[in-house]
């Protein structure tokens, strides 16, 4: 019903920055709090950040706060993460998901997933 393609990943240094994007096809955009999720090799998907539908409130998690922005553009139905000052533990598959109503830090409570996208922070 939902799809979702993310775009942005790739190697950066140490300290760096990168922006991803995730673009939403197939549903009212609008209407869905969107998430960003991440997972490395032979660990378990974490949160990372999402945003609200409702007046676009944010949440992060504690280990990207204050580097990590989410943001979303109703009218492209894209929603983006900026990350600055990179490190390599940030390293894994960043994922873009949706829901309609649940917990937003909650990988369990979303329903439609990006296929995801690599970021690698070299030292």
């Known amino acids: 019903q939902v799809q979702l393609v993310e775009s942005g990943g790739g190697l950066v240094q140490a300290g760096g920055s990168l922006r991803l994007s995730c673009v939403a096809s197939?549903?009212?955009?609008?209407?869905?709090?969107m998430g960003w999720f991440r997972q490395a090799p032979g660990k378990e998907r974490e949160f990372v950040a999402a945003i609200s539908w409702i007046g676009g409130t944010t949440y992060y998690a504690d280990s990207v706060k204050g580097r990590f922005t989410i943001s979303r553009d109703n009218a492209k139905n894209t929603v983006y993460l900026q990350m600055n000052s990179l490190k390599p533990e940030d390293t894994a598959v960043y994922y873009c998901?949706?829901?309609?109503?649940?917990?937003?830090?909650?990988?369990?409570?979303?329903?439609?997933w990006g296929q995801g996208t690599q970021v690698t922070v070299s030292s």
């Open positions: 197939g549903g009212d955009f609008k209407m869905y709090d």
């Open positions: 998901a949706a829901q309609i109503q649940g917990e937003v830090t909650a990988p369990q409570s979303y329903h439609y």
